[in-house]
């Protein structure tokens, strides 16, 4: 049997719930039996999962339908991933599928940074802990302190210390001619206000630019001759410039896998430039601090910068005056209102608002200043927006970001954040995002580093 891997996608969701629930069948007439019978899939964590790229499905060749898959756990935010869950239905067990899904996870945890796999098993079982002894895994000490959240979750689950064994996967770090990946992060602007025109026609704005932990994926690898290789002119762009400041004539291949919304407003060429340009000065050892790359991203695109500093941000002037700024824990319903709102028109809208009285961070943080000023001009030319800020706005206060048709509502908690988006009408494409402090291309960073 030939098979493919791939990531899975929203739709893939009601069938890996079945395929977990088919293999726990598989644990009927062991001890552990009536832990893992209590126990399945949250639906929503498993689509979050999904949606920020960790989960990854075994799809028969020719056909759509799941019948393997794995889950990578990331949430510790250190180098260390985790398998959080790997189930093949039994009907295709000992065809490669498991071996396959599992090597392909840590084959992505190498190239993202992470240096160890962990994950929890059951020593007695065949296809548990003698199975991952075969890949690379080893047992290790469970009271080691890097398991104590994985064995408080077990005792909340009811699931007896006894039965479990912890076992980890050290990982190499990358070659220089080996794939590396790095995240490219969305944002959302939280209010959007022009106080002014330049005398060279820009508009003086003032934005704070949230990060959210949601993106885009960028492959990065160095290559031996001096050709820099990608479909995407604004990655090109960017490693032309690092190249050309840091004075060396090494190339790179460039792949990118859009995750995030095709909205411009979200972030998309300018977070990728600048994830090229961080995660570049990695791989090609050019050691250009931040103030450098930030200079080379100022180059490019106004919103190049912040995502180069990897901090939200209080942005202003013609998007060159950056000061981070430190928000509260907050999450996100986004919804797609699958809207091609042409921004160069916003732009040149004579109802525009261009004289509005100067902006402060304490009046945006006590919630005065939310405003978005092309709102009232992308309501009025388009009305998909306009019905999705209608239907989000009788849930809570529904913004728009930046100058697409992207809308957004700003919740306290996950749950709250989910159970908007549950109710989200046919016509329009909800997420739930969190905003971050600390950028997902920075912690990739962190990681990279240090594994050099």
């Known amino acids: 049997m030939s098979f493919r891997i791939e990531r899975a996608v929203r739709t893939h969701v ?68 985790g398998i959080a869950e790997i189930d093949v239905l039994p009907e295709y067990s000992r065809r490669g599928i498991g071996a396959a ?39 290790v000490d469970k009271h080691d302190p890097a398991f104590a959240y994985a064995r408080e979750r077990d005792r909340e689950n009811g699931f007896p210390d006894t039965l479990r064994v912890f076992m980890s996967r050290p990982l190499s770090r990358p070659l220089a001619h080996e794939w590396t990946v790095w995240p490219a992060p969305a944002k959302l602007d939280l209010f959007l206000r022009i106080i002014g025109l330049r005398e060279n026609g820009q508009d003086e704005t003032q934005t704070v630019m949230r990060l959210l932990d949601w993106s885009d994926e960028v492959r990065l690898r160095a290559r ?32 990118i896998e859009k995750r995030t919304s095709v909205d411009a407003s979200l972030g998309g060429n300018g977070s990728v430039a600048a994830t090229v340009l961080v995660g570049l000065n990695q791989v090609w050892g050019c050691g250009l601090g931040l103030d450098e790359l930030d200079d080379l991203g100022r180059q490019l695109e106004l919103e190049v910068p912040v995502f180069v500093r990897g901090r939200s941000a209080w942005v ?33 809208a004579t109802e525009l608002t261009r004289n509005a009285p100067a902006a402060t961070i304490s009046s945006f943080a006590s919630g005065e200043t939310l405003e978005n000023v092309y709102e009232p001009v992308v309501r009025s030319r388009y009305p998909r927006v306009a019905a999705a800020l209608d239907w989000l706005g009788s849930h809570g206060h529904a913004r728009l970001s930046g100058s697409g048709g992207c809308v957004f509502l700003e919740t306290a908690t996950p749950e709250r954040a989910e ?27 962190v990681r990279h580093a240090a594994t050099r």
């Open 14 to 81: 009601d069938a890996i719930c079945a395929i977990e629930r088919a293999a726990v069948e598989m644990f009927r007439q062991h001890k552990a039996w009536r832990f893992y019978s209590a126990v399945s899939i949250p639906p929503e964590q498993l689509e979050e999962e999904i949606q920020r790229g960790l989960v990854w499905v075994a799809l028969p060749d020719g056909r759509d339908e799941p019948v393997g898959f794995v889950w990578l756990d990331t949430e510790q935010g250190s180098d260390v991933a």
């Open 101 to 139: 899904l599992l090597n392909h996870a840590c084959d992505w945890a190498r190239a993202a940074g992470y240096h160890r796999v962990d994950l929890g098993t059951l020593a007695d079982v065949p296809w548990n802990a003698p199975f991952y002894a075969r890949h690379g895994f080893a047992i």
């Open 224 to 255: 031996a001759d001096e050709q820099i290789h990608s479909q995407d002119e604004h990655a090109v762009r960017a490693a032309e410039l690092l190249r050309e400041r840091a004075g060396i004539r090494t190339g790179a291949d460039i792949a």
């Open 316 to 348: 202003t002037g013609a998007g060159e005056h950056i000061k981070p700024i430190k928000l509260p824990r907050r999450w996100y319903v986004l919804l797609d209102t699958h809207e091609n709102v042409r921004t160069v028109d916003l732009f040149q």
């Open 419 to 445: 159970a908007v988006a549950r109710r989200c009408p046919v016509t329009f494409t909800a997420r739930v995002v969190e905003g971050v402090g600390l950028s997902p291309l920075h912690r990739a960073l």
